[in-house]
C-alpha cells in the first residue's frame, strides 16, 4: 500500500458544492474521510500531477509541540479503550485537517500495516518524533503496555514543554526591552542630536556639555556612513551566527560563556538538568539500561557543555567506572543532582534515585524559573533607566548650559 492523490467534487450539507483534492491510503479512505465531514459524494478520482508532488515535498518538522502533545494524548486514550493500534490511527488520521500531518499518520498507519513495529514508524521520522519517545515506544511494544508508555510519555513532554514556554516567556520581554531600547537610543542619536548641534550653534559660541556632544558626534557619524555602519552590523552577525554554526571549538567556548552570564546562565543551566534528570529517570525506571538510556539522552541534549558531560558519562559507563564520576567532576552539575546519583548508585538503587530527582527538579523547576524572572526585571530596568537616564541628560544639559551662558 502507498499513499495515493484523490481529486474529488462533493457537497456539504446546506448545497454548497465544493472541490478539492486529499492523500488517502485508499479510494475508501478518502471515501471515509469526506463522509466524516458531512459531505455528499458526487465524485472521486485518483489525481497525479506535477504540482501535486510537488506538493507532498515536505521541510522541516512537521507535528508542532502542542499537536506531538495532541496526537499522544489521543493516541493513548484510544488504546487505553481497548481500540487497537491500526484502528487508532485510521481515526486520528481521518480527523485531522491539516494535509501534511494528516500524510504523517498515514504514513506512520501505512508501515505498521505493513507489519513493522510502531517504534520503527515512528523512529523514521526524526524530526517530529523524538527519541526518546520512540525508545519508550519499544519498552511499551515489548512489555505490552503500550497504551501506558504512550500516555507516560504525554505527561512527561507537558511537563518539558510547559518549562520551555515558562523560559521563552521569562527571556523574550528582555530582548525586546533591550532591543526596543537600543533601537530608541540609535534613533536619537542619528534623527534627534544632528539637529541639536544647528539649534547651539544659532546662539553664537555656546559650548555643549561633552555628554551631548560625544552623542552628536556619533550620531553624526553614524548617519554619514549608515551603509558601512549597517554592513559592519550584518557581517558580525552573519560571521557570529556561522561560527557558532560549523566553529565547533568556538560554539563550545560560547555555550560555557553563556552559562556563567549571571541569571541567564542559571537558566540555561536549570533547563539542561532538569532535561537530563527526566529523561534519564524516565528511561530507567521502565527498563532501559543505563547506557542505552545515556546514548538517547545525549541525542535529546543541545547544549555542547551538558551534551559532552552525557558523552564522558557514557565512556566512564562503558569503561566499567562510576556512572556518578563526570557528573561529580563537572562545574556545571548541581550538587544535588551529583549526591542523588552518587547515593543511588551506592544504594544499588539508581533507577529509584533517579525517578526522585525527576521529581524533585519537576517541582522545584517553576520556583526556578520564577526566581530568575524576578532577578531579570531590575536588571532590566537598570539597564534602561541607565541609557534612558543618559539620553534626558544629554537633551536636558544643553538647555541649562545655555541658560548661564547667554
Not at 507532498?56 to 481500540?83: C, E, H, P, R
Not at 567532576?329 to 534515585?353: A, C, Q, R, W
Amino acid at each position: 500500500m502507498k499513499l495515493h492523490t484523490y481529486k474529488y467534487v462533493a457537497k456539504t450539507q446546506d448545497g454548497k458544492i465544493i472541490k478539492g483534492h486529499i492523500e488517502a491510503i485508499s479510494h475508501a479512505f478518502c471515501v471515509k474521510y469526506l463522509q466524516s465531514k458531512n459531505y455528499v459524494i458526487d465524485k472521486i478520482s485518483e489525481h497525479n500531477n506535477l504540482l501535486v508532488k510537488l506538493g507532498q515535498i515536505t521541510i522541516g518538522k512537521v507535528l508542532s509541540d502542542k499537536q506531538l502533545l495532541f496526537f499522544l494524548k489521543q493516541l493513548g486514550a484510544l488504546l487505553k479503550s481497548n481500540i487497537n493500534l491500526l484502528d487508532a490511527l485510521e481515526l486520528l488520521s481521518l480527523q485531522q485537517e491539516n494535509h501534511l500531518i494528516r500524510r504523517l499518520y498515514f504514513e506512520v498507519y501505512l508501515d505498521v500495516y505493513n507489519g513493522f513495529s510502531f517504534s520503527y514508524a515512528l523512529g523514521k521520522h526524526k524530526t517530529d518524533f523524538p527519541l526518546l519517545l520512540v525508545r519508550m515506544v519499544e519498552v511499551g511494544e515489548i512489555s505490552g503496555h503500550l497504551a501506558n508508555s504512550i500516555l507516560e510519555m504525554a505527561k512527561f513532554f507537558e511537563k518539558q514543554f510547559k518549562m520551555i514556554s515558562q523560559i521563552k516567556g521569562t527571556v523574550r520581554m528582555p530582548i525586546v526591552y533591550f532591543i526596543a531600547t537600543i533601537a530608541i537610543a540609535i534613533g536619537m542619536m542619528i534623527f534627534v542630536f544632528p539637529n541639536m548641534e544647528d539649534l547651539f550653534a544659532s546662539f553664537g559660541n555656546a559650548e555643549l556639555p561633552g555628554i551631548t556632544q560625544f552623542l552628536i558626534n556619533a550620531g553624526s557619524y553614524m548617519s554619514d556612513h549608515i551603509l558601512s555602519f549597517t554592513l559592519v552590523v550584518v557581517l558580525f552577525i552573519l560571521t557570529l551566527v556561522l561560527s557558532l554554526k560549523y566553529i565547533r571549538s568556538f560554539h563550545f567556548i560560547m555555550t560555557k560563556f553563556a552559562i556563567k552570564i549571571p541569571v541567564f546562565g542559571s537558566l540555561i543551566s536549570t533547563y539542561n538538568q532538569i532535561l537530563i534528570a527526566n529523561s534519564l529517570g524516565q528511561m530507567i525506571k521502565n527498563g532501559i539500561n543505563s547506557l542505552q538510556a545515556l546514548k538517547t539522552t545525549a541525542s535529546l541534549i543541545k547544549n555542547d557543555v551538558y551534551h559532552e558531560i552525557i558523552k564522558e558519562t557514557i565512556k566512564n559507563v562503558e569503561d566499567g567506572l562510576p556512572f556518578s564520576k563526570s557528573f561529580v567532576e563537572s562545574n556545571y552539575i548541581d550538587p544535588i543532582m551529583s549526591h542523588m546519583i552518587i547515593t543511588g548508585e551506592k544504594s544499588g538503587n539508581l533507577p529509584v534515585f533517579l525517578e526522585n530527582m525527576s521529581i524533585y527538579y519537576n517541582e522545584v523547576s517553576d520556583l526556578k524559573i520564577e526566581k530568575i524572572k524576578g532577578a531579570l526585571q531590575p536588571i532590566l530596568l537598570l539597564f534602561v533607566y541607565a541609557i534612558v537616564g543618559a539620553l534626558l541628560l544629554a537633551l536636558i544639559l544643553p538647555m541649562l548650559s545655555l541658560g548661564t551662558q547667554i
